[in-house]
DNA sequence: ATGCACCCTATAGTCACTATAGGGTCAAGG
DNA sequence: CCTTGACCCTATAGTGACTATAGGGTGCAT
């Protein structure tokens, strides 16, 4: 039974595309796979159950940078995982940092729109003159 | 009475940084200021209030290239203002998408955090196990 | 043997800046 | 007059996380 994949395999399997794959490989966050005789990558299931962790990061916001480190830490498994946590909370603190902002700014923006129904002229459209300050 | 301004006085009047000015002005957003014998240019009040147009746009988070539609339409006073209206709302409802995943996603991530006190190992860690699809 | 889908590498482009190198200009103080 | 320091100039490369393109090789079915 033959249990090796190609780059098109994992990808379609992880919701990747293949070109993001092979980048995930020269950024260093997947291991380079053994070839076959005709220098194609030949995956196995390490390299899908990582793929699949570094796409359920990516999905949750971390960065590339951040998934370098838990996917470190994850290997380490009699290491405190404190820096785990470390790394998840001040994630979602940025989120909710982010989330706060855009609120701010998505109510300013409905005032702001609120002001013009789009159909006089640019003279009198009170965006225009709301983004002029 | 000399009404110009350096870039630095430009960039300190408007919050933008010296590089981001000469930025704007090499994507087409600011026009090419006159020089002074020293090559320095040399900004007018007019370069003033379309910066502080520009960095207001961006502080809402529009994309150059909208502000570049905006700066546009916002000189032609006779245009109808549909089109201005049309750029602001679809930019509302990006945002508005971004705050609804941006909450969803740090629901998620409070709910992943909670489950680990960060006293434990990584091999106990419900961190890397929530992250681990 | 021919088409087609897939694979390979290498390079450049995206966005909105930011950083760096290597210079020129100007006003104040010694 | 000379130097110091803050400012100005250009040109080029780097950021993050991909995406696109060019120019080729492989594998399988018809």
Redesign the pocket.
Same mark, same amino acid.
């Given at each position: 039974m033959d249990s090796r994949l190609?780059?098109?395999?994992?990808?379609k399997e992880t919701g990747?595309?293949?070109?993001?794959?092979? +980048? +995930?490989e020269q950024?260093g966050l997947l291991p380079v796979?053994p070839?076959?005789?005709?220098? +194609?990558?030949a995956y196995g299931a390490d390299h899908l159950h990582r793929l699949r962790f570094?796409r359920r990061c990516?999905d949750l916001g971390?960065?590339?940078?951040?998934?370098r480190d838990l996917l470190r830490m994850s290997s380490q498994e009699d290491q405190p995982c404190a820096e785990v946590n470390r790394i998840s909370g001040e994630h979602l603190t940025e989120i909710e940092r982010k989330v706060a902002d855009l609120t701010r700014l998505a109510d300013e923006l409905r005032r702001i729109n609120a002001r013009c129904q789009g159909s006089g002229t640019v003279a009198d459209c009170r965006i225009i003159e709301a983004l002029s300050p």
């Open positions: 190609t780059i098109g395999e994992l990808a990747t595309k293949v070109v993001t794959v092979r +980048y +995930y950024a796979p070839r076959t005789a005709a220098n +194609y990558r570094i990516r971390f960065t590339l940078d951040q998934v």
